[in-house]
């Protein structure tokens, strides 16, 4: 009996071992003439690859709708893109057709012959050779879809928006645009942490457009021709580049005119985009007319990009490293509180009291669109355990890593891997505020960071976890001389899901204003 236990199990091993080495077989099904452009990308491997029947699985064709049109006058010469939708999916490729590429217009949805061309790779991927006769047009179709990525995104997946419609939001063009400069040509824009080229033909109607110092740009992604580890975005008309350039801020608008007062990191029950901030105002704002920015960071050593190392561009990092609201609309008075964070706009999580009622200059929801230029989606932008998190307040909306805010909290742990780079000479910059310095108050010698020197303060995360806590920083702030009279404390209130909105603001812990 034992034996022949024995005897059956190496005939089972040897049935799987011989079904495993042979080919599909597909007696019992047709195999598919279409292949999809996701799938076609993956056969390429670093050398021209020729797309065989064995290679495609017997597929003969892909299908696209096209992005591209020769009457923008800002394609690579002789190409057509395609891209293709797929449910929660988005995969782009170049067709090398020559002088017929003006036969092919945007929107126009193509059926296209693929076996036996040759993908190739000159700076971007491309299918090479492709006639005519290997092109149908089934029908023009009025939306081609495009994606809202941060540069980020845009170099973890690169094969993924590769040859795909983008639009990247708060782009700086670097160095500053002089006077007179024009987008023809290639141009630095950076995004975050990295940079992106933007390629303008001179044969472009946009190509003497001034340069303008911030961008919103929407184009065809490609990697770049001149240098493949270089993404570069292709406009395609004047419309696709928007001036989004902070405006003069006026000189008299005085040092910390808003001023971080509280935050709930840990409402009751999940945290995305329930958590959120509440700031004062020291003088009166129409953010319409003096807009300002709040960035916050989570630096979890898993988050990304520079996982468990300090941020490569401080705030303007982006990523899960750090989220920003832009406060571009609303206003103000001198001694009234406000509010940004998650849209749900609730005191601690989901079915407690609404603060819709309250004054909120900005709401998003972060948890799946991601922030305002700068920041994946991310279910928890303020940390409840960990490594330091914090908020930091900037004049404007578009930052970079030089940007110095004019307020700043951070909260948490003692750990500086991923908070600071003294020899890289990274990190978060600091204001000058009641509990952090530029420069030392005694050497006056230079401490950007904070973490640096004297630049250690923290509030503790505050436990037991998950019970609906508001974090109130009560102080004195003398709104003549712009000065803390009492440095911010720290209370947590501990909230309940039918808690008032006015606790928020009422009370001795909270802040005072005095002249």
């Known amino acids: ?44 491997k670093g050398t021209d690859v020729e797309m065989t029947g064995e290679r495609l699985a017997e597929a003969q064709k892909t299908t696209g709708v096209v992005i591209s049109t020769p009457a923008s006058g800002n394609v690579p010469e002789g190409m057509v893109i395609i891209q293709q939708a797929k449910p929660g999916k988005l995969h782009g490729v170049a067709l090398r057709v020559g002088q017929i590429a003006a ?29 005519a006769a290997d092109i149908e047009v089934i029908t023009n179709v009025q939306t081609t879809y495009s994606r809202s990525v941060t540069a980020s995104s845009i170099y973890q997946r690169p094969n993924e928006y590769e040859a795909t419609l983008v639009r990247i939001v708060g782009g700086e063009m670097f160095p500053r645009p002089t006077e007179g ?50 993404m570069a975005v292709w406009p395609r008309a004047t419309a696709d580049i928007q001036d989004v350039s902070d405006p003069e801020i006026p000189g008299d608008l005085g040092d910390m005119p808003l001023v971080f007062t509280g935050y709930c990191p840990d409402p009751e029950g999940g945290d995305g985009n329930y958590e959120y901030i509440q700031l004062l105002a020291n003088a009166d704002i ?31 990092t982006g990523g899960a490293r750090t989220l920003k609201f832009n406060l571009t609309e609303g206003s103000v008075k001198k001694g009234e509180f406000f509010y940004v964070g998650g849209h749900q706009k609730r005191i601690s999580g989901a079915n407690s009291t609404s603060l819709a009622a309250l004054n909120w200059v900005r709401a ?35 930052i970079n890593e030089a940007t110095v805010p004019i307020d700043l909290v951070f909260f948490g742990g003692t750990g500086t891997a991923t908070i600071i780079d003294s020899v ?55 709104t003549t001389t712009r000065r803390w009279e009492t440095p911010r404390a720290y209370n947590p209130l501990v909230l309940t899901k039918q808690a008032a909105a006015t606790v928020l603001e009422v009370g001795e812990l909270v802040t005072r204003q005095t002249e």
């Open 286 to 316: 129409n953010f319409a007319e003096i807009p300002f920015s709040v960035v916050t960071t989570n630096n979890a050593g898993t988050n990304q990009p520079n996982a468990g190392a300090a941020p490569g561009a401080g705030w303007a």
């Open 103 to 131: 036969n092919y217009q945007i929107g126009d949805s193509l059926l296209v012959n693929v076996q036996n061309k040759t993908l190739k790779r000159a700076g971007f991927l491309y299918i090479d050779a492709v006639a």
């Open 424 to 478: 890289a000479n990274l990190g978060y910059r600091v204001a000058n505020n009641d509990h952090y310095r530029p420069f030392h108050p005694e050497t006056g010698d230079a401490q950007p960071f904070f973490s640096m020197g004297t630049n250690q303060y923290r509030i503790p995360h505050f436990i037991p976890a998950n019970i609906g806590v508001f974090v109130q920083l009560g102080g004195v702030f003398n």
């Open 1 to 44: 009996m034992k034996k022949r236990l024995i005897y059956s199990f190496y005939l089972l091993c040897s049935l799987l071992i011989m079904q495993s080495c042979e080919k599909r077989d597909f007696l019992n099904g047709t195999p598919s003439p279409y292949i999809a452009i996701e799938d076609l990308r993956m056969i390429y």
């Open 181 to 230: 400069e024009t987008f023809a040509g290639v141009k630095r824009m950076v995004n975050g942490a990295d940079t992106l080229n933007v390629r303008t033909l001179a044969t472009a109607p946009f190509a003497n457009l001034q340069v303008p110092r911030n961008v919103n740009i929407r184009g065809i992604l490609l990697a770049d021709n001149d240098d493949p580890t270089v």
């Open 364 to 398: 998003i929801p972060y948890a799946t669109t991601g922030g305002d230029g700068l920041g994946d989606a991310n279910a928890n932008i303020l940390a409840n355990s960990g490594n330091a998190s914090g908020m930091a307040l900037f004049v404007g909306t578009n």
